[in-house]
């Protein structure tokens, strides 16, 4: 069964850089064909990709944010790690993250969502 | 960037109707195109990948189709529990992008 589980700060500060983590179980980062992904809601609106990591480690982001977003992988602890710098009131919003299966009987897109953490960003 | 439309942003129908959503791609996506539908506080639920296969628990009523640039959810015979929000998003490259998102509302 594949779980995921977003963690971090409900509230920042702005100009403070935002670390989350998504922590995973029923598959290995390791595999070939998994990728895991942050996806941002805010309140009101569309999701709206942030980033990726392959199981090979390649990173994609997307880019309009591309200068501010770090994407990471601890594979010994089933873990993704995302960081974003210079938070602004904008960046207030659910953050998940979700898996993607590229195997052949994959689906290829964000098959499996974590429930999402709200960050708020306000002094 | 791929660049999602989706029409209508609001959807006004009643248990039983048929209801049809279009999702406009800015470029040929292929098929790799998906459907999710969304309810108030939760994650997006995955309703129909590569355009028209439907994941594995979703009631045959939702179907998909098209490929290119222009695509459609159907909901058959509309059930209660389909009063949600729906985005399409494409994955034809790794710049995933979703669509503004249609509300499926009580008429």
């Known amino acids: 069964q594949v779980t995921l589980r977003e963690s971090g700060p409900a509230l920042v500060k702005p100009t403070q850089t935002l670390t989350l983590t998504c922590s995973f179980s029923?598959?290995?980062?390791?595999?070939?064909?998994?990728?895991v992904s942050w996806i941002r809601q805010p309140p009101g609106k569309a999701p709206e990709w942030l980033a990726l990591?392959?199981?090979?480690?390649?990173?994609y982001y997307t880019t309009s944010l591309r200068t501010r977003l770090t994407i990471s992988k601890d594979t010994s602890k089933n873990q993704v790690v995302l960081t974003m710098t210079n938070m602004g009131p904008v960046d207030t919003g659910t953050y998940y993250c979700a898996r993607i299966s590229r195997t052949a009987t994959g689906t290829a897109t964000f098959q499996h969502w974590g429930q999402g953490t709200l960050v708020t960003v306000s002094s | 960037d791929v660049q999602m439309t989706q029409s209508p942003s609001t959807l006004s129908a009643s248990v039983g109707d048929r209801v049809t959503i279009t999702c406009r791609a800015s470029q040929s996506i292929k098929i790799w195109l998906a459907w999710y539908q969304q309810k108030p506080g939760k994650a997006p639920k995955l309703l129909v990948y590569?355009?028209?296969s439907l994941e594995t628990g979703v009631p045959s009523r939702f179907s998909g189709s098209g490929s290119g640039t222009e695509f459609t959810l159907t909901i058959d015979s509309l059930q209660p529990d389909d009063f949600a929000t729906y985005y399409c998003?494409?994955?034809?490259?790794?710049?995933?992008?979703f669509g503004q998102g249609t509300k499926v509302e009580i008429k």
């Open positions: 990591i392959d199981w090979d480690g390649s990173r």
């Open positions: 998003q494409q994955y034809d490259s790794y710049l995933y992008t």
């Open positions: 029923g598959f290995s980062l390791n595999t070939s064909g998994m990728c």
């Open positions: 590569k355009a028209s």
